[in-house]
């Protein structure tokens, strides 16, 4: 652990070292919280209208930024790549609409 980490520890409140350790030693069935793959097949369902929008707006102007809203982050310190990485896909395994795939049909 690094020396900033331990100095801010050492900085709680009791109340919270012993939240952080109740913390640390809990263990965490991530299963309850994955939302499950839809089944294969024809599983069409309807946008909605802001998905309609964003569509439309890409069929006007295709791969355009027009709805991207760039921003820039600065991380000091240390940075774990790889648990970044894992933690992004975590996040896209917890949520279907950032595994939805929209496709034109007819």
């Known amino acids: 652990m690094s020396d900033i980490i331990e100095k801010k520890?050492?900085?709680l409140s009791s109340n919270k070292k012993a939240?952080?350790?109740k913390w640390k030693n809990a263990t965490l069935d991530n299963k309850k919280y994955i939302i499950?793959?839809?089944?294969k097949g024809k599983n069409v369902l309807p946008m909605s209208f802001a998905q309609e929008r964003l569509w439309y707006l890409e069929q006007l102007l295709p791969n355009t930024p027009i709805y991207s809203m760039p921003i820039g982050l600065r991380?000091?310190?240390f940075i774990?790549?790889?648990l970044l990485e894992e933690s992004f896909k975590e996040v896209?395994?917890?949520h279907e609409i950032l595994r939805t795939v929209f496709?034109?049909?007819n």
């Open 9 to 11: 520890i050492s900085n």
């Open 19 to 21: 939240l952080l350790e």
């Open 36 to 39: 499950n793959l839809r089944k």
């Open 75 to 77: 991380f000091n310190g």
């Open 80 to 82: 774990d790549n790889k």
């Open 92 to 94: 896209i395994k917890r």
């Open 103 to 105: 496709k034109i049909e």
